[in-house]
Structures are given as structure tokens and as C-alpha cells.
């Protein structure tokens, strides 16, 4: 592999949806730079991957920024992951990428699957363009304010949420938008995927009481009557 950054995307569930080009990447690069190495050693472990991984998450991110311009400067190639999807899109990676830019490096990408167009796919979303929102604010105040603007989008909404927040999330869009269609995606292309499409009071009887589990894609839709 020629010195440089390579970002690659991986994937946001089943093992299988890997890439070709992903693989070859992997293995032929010097050095990982990895979310959480414990994770991305389940990926090495199934596809018999050797190559060293070093952490690379949002606590330590700025601190490998040199580390990395002054070892792909020394000859080094580096592939960037996270734990799914792809990097810098509402994970680690994007400081890293902006600095190797900054100091001339050649940044390379080997895109792979993608959480957002997932949903949107799933969704039946028919609309040409839609808003990537991410993970919503944590605070409580912040994160009120936001929903009420993506009450006011005439665009579909894609949101991330944690399976811990889910039921408050609910709760909020009850009380700001109770007839919004939402779609609902759970544990992408895992073993117990789950979609759901309704209202938002709909949705909020049909996991009343229930445990929420893994990660989640969820599309707001502007019209009330889609």
C-alpha cells in the first residue's frame, strides 16, 4: 500500500456485508486505527486479518493526530475504522482526516455500508432529499429545541438514537409532533432486525413497557398522512 490514510467503511451489523476492496485494505496496511479494538478484532478474527490495531476513539482522537501525520511521513500506510459504518459520519475520524489533509497527505476512502441509506431504503421514503440529523443533543434543553425544528423540516429526518434514549425520544416527539410518520429501524441487517412504520402515538403503544435493545435508524417524515 502506498503512505497515506485510508478510511473504510465497515459493517453497521452482519459480518457478511464487508467489501472486497475492505478486506484487501485491511490486511495489506501497516496499521489500524480502530473505535474500539475489541470490536473490530471480531471483523480481523472472521476474515483472518493480521494487521496491528491501535485505538482511535473521540477521547484519544486529537492525541493520534501527529502520531499518525509522522508515521504515514515516515512510510507507514493507515486504514481508519469504527465500530460500523463509516468513519467521521457520526463517529471518530473526521479531525483525523481534516489534519492529513492539512499536512498533504493523501487521504483515500473504501466506502462501505451505511446506516443512513439503509433506513432511507427500508423506509420507503419516496421523497428525492432528505436531512441527516445524527445523534440528537444530550441535554435536555438542546435537545427539545432540535426536535422542534425538525418539526418545521419539509424534509425526512434520519436520526440516530441509543436504545437507552429511545423511549424519551419517544416521549418528546409525542408531545411536539404526535401524528408524524416515523420509520422505526432496529438492529440493521442483524440476526433480529426490526422496522416499524406509523404515527408517533402509534409508536408510542407499541413499545409501551418493552425493553429496547441495540442501536437504532429513525426517519421522520413531513407529512402527517404519508
Known sequence: ??????????????????????????????????EDTRHTRKLFTRYEIQTDLVSCHKFNESSRVEWTVNRVRAGDSIALVTDSGMPAISDPGARLVAACRGA????????????????????????????????????????????????????????????????????LLMEIMPERHLFVGRELTKRFEECRMSTVKEMMAEYAGRTVKGELVIVTFPDPQR
Open 1 to 34: 500500500m502506498e503512505p497515506g490514510l485510508y478510511v473504510v467503511g465497515t459493517p453497521i451489523g452482519n459480518l457478511g456485508d464487508i467489501t472486497m476492496r475492505a478486506l484487501a485494505t485491511l490486511r495489506d496496511v501497516d496499521i489500524v486505527l480502530a
Open 104 to 171: 498533504g497527505i493523501a487521504v483515500t476512502v473504501v466506502p462501505g455500508p451505511s446506516a443512513v441509506t439503509a433506513a432511507i431504503a427500508l423506509s420507503g421514503c419516496v421523497e428525492k432529499r432528505f436531512v441527516f440529523e445524527g445523534f440528537l443533543p444530550l441535554k435536555a434543553g438542546k435537545r427539545r429545541r432540535r426536535i422542534q425544528e425538525i418539526a418545521s423540516e419539509t424534509r425526512p429526518v434520519v436520526l440516530f438514537e441509543s436504545p437507552y434514549r429511545f423511549h424519551k425520544l419517544l416521549n
